[in-house]
């Protein structure tokens, strides 16, 4: 980060974050502190789960882009560990070689400025957690700032420059640095959509959208330069920024922004991890936070004999002090068919409910059943349907499997049903997880 304008941004920002440790607000959603990190900057996750995370020394009394390690969080947060033999330069920027693209699959590539004469550089800390110089020190490059792989396995990053190698969007093919699209703007952001496009944040607070060859498409996109790009719930794929006023946005593929979130302090970084959650690393309060829906619905649902595809929902808020108000609700059921929900509290699963069936089984043992019901509608049509208050039940039921729940808790639910042509005579519909509110 090193004498960059982002460095001279978070510095900015550090002062006003250290007044308050208070969570932001995003309602409807779930917002936790997933782990404690010193200085951190940017995220990256593996395909298990497990986040890298780069830092920036000048948060916490050091030097702004001395070298120091990154950080490790394990699958599920809490406290991060160092990570990487030796220290790095200015470790801002990291991303995870899966694949080995770079020489080594399942390293961490961690991206950095050395000094405004020499430039960036670019290394690589393997799995046994050596560390070595993959590019660099260079001019050719001056400060990358964020990483991302395309479908293709080119790596793409940001450059910050400081008047010795130009601002934008830079590729590596074939172990090769070449400048794919130059911006005036110092680069700070970067994340590619579904279609491979790619968004760039710049330092004057203007997200840009080039394609994946780095012809401009929208020069004015967005009003923000920290951003990620993903699905937060059932919404579909959005671009999710902090903006300059600490506000959680959600804006549309054609830029249409919505406001979804307040209370944010000194964002470096948003990313989605494997999760579907939203990750926000805030610099300045040493903390990553965890953004999720308090309800959301995963797995899939089989096909009945009749062609029906049951789906999943609730109405309501599932608080732990309130003993009704929170329904269960599926649809698209057979017509007249007996079934029931059944819960759990070990999280969940993906296992086949038998040879042959399109079902799934998707919570966890041990589980309890709610009462049986009809699912009305017309026998051979797909307009049955099951609603279940599930705090009735559980504050009618003080022995139920979880009793007594807490806020904070978390239940997986699923619906299962009489389907007498299937396999085992039975079919499942999707399932839904939902967090106890206090």
């Known amino acids: 980060m090193k004498r960059s304008t982002l460095a001279a941004s978070i510095a900015c920002l550090l002062f006003a974050a250290r ?9 409807g959603h779930v917002v936790e502190v997933y782990a404690t990190v010193t200085d951190p900057v940017r995220m990256a996750f593996d395909s298990a789960g497990v986040m890298y995370v780069g830092r920036d020394a000048g948060g916490s009394g050091g030097a702004n882009g001395a070298a120091v390690k990154i950080h490790r969080i394990e699958i599920g947060g809490g406290a991060a560990t160092e990570y990487g033999l030796s220290a790095i330069g200015d470790p801002d920027a990291v991303v995870v070689d899966e694949g080995g693209v770079l020489g080594v699959a399942g390293a961490v590539l961690v991206g950095g400025q050395i000094s405004d004469s020499v430039g960036g550089q670019i290394s690589r800390i393997a799995p046994d957690q050596s560390v ?14 964020e990483f991302v792989f395309d479908s293709s396995g080119r790596l793409l990053f940001t450059n910050a420059a400081n008047n010795t190698s130009p601002n934008g969007v830079y590729q590596i093919v074939g172990g090769v640095v070449s400048l794919l699209a130059a911006t005036t703007p110092q680069l700070s952001a970067l994340d590619l959509d579904s279609t491979g496009r790619i968004f760039a944040g710049g330092a004057n607070g203007t997200i840009r959208v080039f394609s994946s060859t ?24 959005h671009v999710y920024a902090v903006d300059a006023q600490n506000r959680l946005q959600r804006i549309s593929m054609q830029g249409v922004a919505t406001q979804i979130g307040t209370g944010f302090s000194a964002a470096t970084d948003l990313e989605f991890g494997p999760d579907g959650a939203l990750y926000v690393a805030e610099f300045s309060l040493d ?33 732990a002090s309130a003993s009704a108000g929170f329904s269960i609700d599926v649809a698209n059921l057979e017509g007249q068919k007996l079934g029931l929900v059944f819960y759990g509290v070990s999280g969940r699963l993906a296992a086949p409910w038998g040879v042959g069936s399109s079902s799934f089984l998707c919570v966890k043992s041990p589980t309890q059943r709610l009462p049986i019901q009809n699912s009305g509608g017309t026998s051979g049509a797909c307009n049955g349907s099951t609603s ?8 009618a039921s003080p022995t139920a499997l979880g009793a007594p729940f807490s806020s904070g808790d978390v239940v997986d639910a699923q619906c299962w049903y009489r389907d007498p042509a299937a396999v085992k005579t039975t079919n499942l ?7 106890l509110a206090p």
């Open 19 to 27: 007044a308050s440790a208070q969570l932001p607000l995003v309602p």
């Open 132 to 145: 070595s110089t993959l590019l660099g020190p260079t001019s050719a490059f001056h400060n990358p700032t």
């Open 214 to 237: 780095g012809v401009v498409l929208n020069a004015s996109f967005a009003a923000s330069n920290r951003f990620a790009i993903g699905s937060l719930g059932a919404v579909g794929e």
């Open 287 to 319: 903390r990553i936070l965890r953004i999720r829906p308090s309800v959301s619905t995963y797995c899939t649902a089989g096909t009945s004999t009749n062609g029906c595809v049951p789906s999943i929902g609730a109405s309501g808020v599932p608080s």
């Open 388 to 395: 279940r208050d599930w705090l009735a039940f559980v504050a």
């Open 429 to 435: 519909s999707d399932a839904l997880e939902f967090l």
